[in-house]
């Protein structure tokens, strides 16, 4: 696994720093004997944490009498920041960090194979191939967007896995409104939309026997505080960020975090629950509902219609031109605007 971070896992080294982060953002001034009392180690062992962090990006001050200060926090995804306030029981408490990677859905899909739990998170800062819907891309420039997958391991059937897509778009959606004061939607089935450009969007793939679903990976991008200059031509039609839609940059690692908790909730009610009230939910928050569509769906033309709602089974119902009413399970729409 080329490109990760050392120490990025789970374990006591990886903790120990992330318990040293957390006292001197709290303190403005500690020596390296307090600190080494506090934590139970050396202050050998302080200095060498100290030096790991300093190489991660952070700048920390040390000054003979007053000790070790933290002056500058790097503007990455790393799991010491992320963990500080993430506020989830079950997601995101194992999260692997990489700077850059192919595509997280294929570093998730093998540790999923390996026997990764449920709720592990695979995060980059950039990928070199990453994966849309419909074998499309993924524009992952380093700096400016979130891409992360999570394994997911529900005990549902693969008639109810088609659901999690559009869960997972509630969460991206309300997460967002929550952050900025964007007015973020989504279109069918999960692209998350901000003044008629998708700024975010979700893969879910999965694997499943007989009729129980094995592993699921929920992969999520956003476009975050990319400038207008560096999405791609051919995508500035259709692609957009945050940043772009509000002219303010947002703190990214707040925003995953907040993604987090509203999936959490949302899954859990879920799995608690069923598909009812987040049916509701998806429909408030989409701008497909009682619009005239063109349905791409695979294996067909397209064609037009009005999509009417979604159906308990997660199905665009559509009315057709002829009268008839199709549901649509999987595909793509493009909205039909009226002048
Ligand atoms: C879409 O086509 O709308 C889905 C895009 C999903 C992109 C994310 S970024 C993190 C994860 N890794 C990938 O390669 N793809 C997903």
Not at 1 to 14: F, K, T
Not at 96 to 123: H, M, N, P, R, W
Not at 157 to 170: E, F
Request: aromatic fraction near 6%.
């Amino acid at each position: 696994m080329g490109g990760v971070i050392p120490l990025q896992g789970v374990g006591i080294q990886y903790k120990m720093k992330e318990e040293i982060l957390r006292i001197i953002k709290k303190e403005r001034n500690i020596s390296g004997e307090e600190l080494g009392k506090r934590l139970g180690i050396s202050r050998s062992a302080v200095w060498k944490h100290i030096n790991g962090l300093r190489k991660m990006g952070y700048v920390i001050d040390s000054c003979p009498r007053k000790g070790y200060s933290l002056v500058s926090t790097p503007d990455l995804l790393i799991p010491e920041e992320i963990n500080q306030g993430l506020k989830t029981n079950r997601l995101g408490k194992e999260i692997i960090y990489f700077k850059e990677t192919s595509s997280t859905q294929e570093i998730a899909k093998k540790l999923a194979l390996d026997g990764k739990g449920e709720g592990g998170v695979i995060i980059a800062e950039s990928q070199r191939s990453g994966r849309g819907r419909m074998g499309r891309s993924w524009y992952s420039p380093p700096g400016y967007g979130i891409y992360f997958s999570l394994i997911l391991r529900p005990h549902i059937t693969p008639s109810d896995a088609i659901k999690i897509p559009l869960v997972t778009s509630i969460a991206v959606a309300s997460a967002i409104r929550e952050i900025t004061s964007l007015n973020a939607c989504i279109k069918w089935p999960n692209d998350i939309m901000v003044n008629n450009k998708k700024t975010g969007g979700i893969l879910v793939e999965s694997a499943s026997e007989m009729d129980i679903i094995n592993y699921m990976i929920v992969g999520i991008g956003v476009n975050i505080n990319t400038p207008d200059e560096l999405i791609p031509g051919e995508l500035k039609e259709i692609a957009t960020s945050l940043y772009i839609e509000s002219g303010r940059r947002y703190h990214r690692i707040r925003l995953f975090q907040e993604i987090l908790k509203e999936l959490e909730i949302n899954y859990e009610e879920f799995l608690n629950n069923g598909f009812n009230k987040l049916r509701t939910k998806w429909m408030e928050l989409s701008n497909t509902i009682g619009m005239r569509v063109i349905i791409n769906t695979p294996g067909e033309p397209p064609f037009e219609g009005l999509a009417q709602e979604i159906d308990i089974e997660g199905a665009l119902i559509v009315a057709l031109p002829d009268g008839s009413i199709k549901r649509v399970i999987s595909g793509d729409v493009s909205l039909r605007h009226m002048n």
